[in-house]
């Protein structure tokens, strides 16, 4: 079979997906049925994406990752190692509340440290960072960096992945791209 992507001997893939060209599978994932993953993604070794994920195109999906259906990530977006999503805010094993799946969006550029938990529902900023085994409880902002469990704001991330130092006018650069951001009533943009 001519694909246009790549995927390892051992990777499980079930008919009605959609991969992207360019796109890489490694061993032991399991894309299912029903989702769409984007142009030139990563997706690596035991990962399981479910049914109507989607993500956007050059996704880098890091190993032990699952992706839950509920769960869209726009382009751009970095999973870190064994970050965790839910997709029921109260799951018990005798009650199916697979109707109830609570939507999860990952903005833009956003990164997902390793070993970190997403509780459901709250949807993650373009460009945020969130720290390696922080718990996210609650929405996160754009360009937010958030830590700890539960985690919480502790700064403000470039879109190159910087740390952000404002200024007394509420002004920063970011050192590698050089582009100037603002911060004004607790958001930050980058500025034109």
């Known amino acids: 079979m001519d694909t246009h992507y790549n995927a390892h001997p051992s990777a ?36 399981v994406v479910s049914p109507e994920v989607k993500l956007g195109n050059n996704v880098k999906v ?14 751009d977006v970095f999973l870190g190692p064994s970050c965790v999503f839910t997709n029921v805010i109260n799951p018990r094993s005798a009650v199916d509340r697979r109707g109830e799946y609570l939507r999860t969006l990952v903005k833009k550029g956003a990164t997902i440290g390793a070993n970190a938990t997403i509780v ?25 960096l958030v830590m700890g469990n539960p985690a919480r704001r502790t700064g403000w991330m470039s879109e190159h992945g910087h740390k952000l130092q404002f200024d ?24 034109a």
Not at 173 to 182: A, L, R
């Open 12 to 47: 499980f893939i079930d008919a009605g997906c959609i991969i992207g060209k360019g796109t890489r599978i490694w061993h032991f994932s399991h894309i299912m049925s029903g989702c769409a993953i984007g142009e030139n993604c990563n997706i690596g070794q035991n990962v």
């Open 120 to 144: 459901c529902g709250h949807d993650i900023g373009r460009f945020a960072f969130i720290a390696a085994g922080a718990v996210v409880t609650k929405e996160v902002p754009d360009h937010a």
């Open 62 to 75: 890091q190993n032990n990752v699952s992706i839950y259906t509920g769960v869209e990530c726009e382009d």
């Open 168 to 191: 007394a006018t509420g002004h920063a650069t970011c050192p590698e791209s050089g582009q100037c951001y603002v911060l004004k009533n607790e958001n930050v943009s980058r500025e």
